[in-house]
Antibody, heavy 118, light 107 residues
Framework: QVHLVQSGAEVKKPGSSVKVSCKAPGGTFSSYAITWVRQAPGQGLEWMGRIIPMLGIANYAQKFQGRVTITADKSTSTAYMELSSLRSDDTAVYYC???????????WGQGTLVTVSS | IVLTQSPGTLSLSPGERATLSCRASQSSSSYLAWYQQKPGQAPRLLIYGTSSRATGIPDRFSGSGSGTDFTLTISRLEPEDFAVYYCQQYGSSPPYTFGQGTKLEIK
């Protein structure tokens, strides 16, 4: 399956923001959405939101509304997920994945560990 | 839509048949996918559109169901199949959700 490349691990203070990048293979943005999913330690997968890069349209889970912003730079085939007002329970591995209605999420990034600690 | 997976943990031996369930809180026009995740790894797509196998997925994996009840079946377990499995509803109208996962462990 296709691999996306994410930025490295981050350690953040409570109340700060983090921005994680996700570079997709060329051509991905023309026909796929990019979705962000997170996984807290020992927990399941949690859908955060997605963007359709060609349209610039983003949708977010209600839980993260107002705190998360997903963007995409078509010129570099890179998507970004920024999460603000970080809390300790935002400590998790954050994944990006490419997604399409006829294939679901068939390519994933390696994950980025974000640790929120004072 | 809330997805509820059962059982939470399934203990079986290699060679046995595994049946994993995913129940949706309501019927919708969205699609159903299944993912496998091993420790320290990103999830891997197994099944999309309820019953279509993703590229490179062995035919011992199959998906079925409709409405609110969906099933992932592994016909004959191999040692590498012991992992956590998640169902997910997706489509053209987000937000989407995942089930809480089923851990398939060696008996």
């Amino acid at each position: 399956q296709v691999h996306l490349v994410q930025s490295g691990a981050e350690v953040k203070k409570p109340g700060s923001s983090v921005k994680v990048s996700c570079k997709a293979p060329g051509g991905t943005f023309s026909s796929y959405a990019i979705t962000w999913v997170r996984q807290a330690p020992g927990q399941g997968l949690e859908w955060m939101g997605r963007i359709i890069p060609m349209l610039g349209i983003a949708n977010y889970a209600q839980k993260f509304q107002g705190r998360v912003t997903i963007t995409a730079d078509k010129s570099t085939s890179t998507a970004y997920m920024e999460l603000s007002s970080l809390r300790s329970d935002d400590t998790a591995v954050y994944y990006c994945a490419r997604e399409r209605v006829d294939t679901a999420m068939d390519g994933w990034g390696q994950g980025t560990l974000v640790t929120v600690s004072s | 839509i809330v997805l509820t997976q059962s059982p939470g943990t399934l203990s079986l031996s290699p060679g046995e048949r595994a049946t994993l369930s995913c129940r949706a809180s309501q019927s919708s026009s969205s699609y159903l996918a299944w993912y496998q995740q091993k420790p320290g790894q990103a999830p891997r797509l197994l099944i999309y559109g309820t019953s279509s196998r993703a590229t490179g997925i062995p035919d011992r994996f199959s998906g079925s169901g409709s409405g609110t009840d969906f099933t992932l079946t592994i016909s004959r377990l191999e040692p590498e199949d012991f992992a956590v499995y998640y169902c997910q509803q997706y489509g053209s109208s987000p937000p989407y959700t995942f089930g809480q996962g089923t851990k398939l462990e060696i008996k």
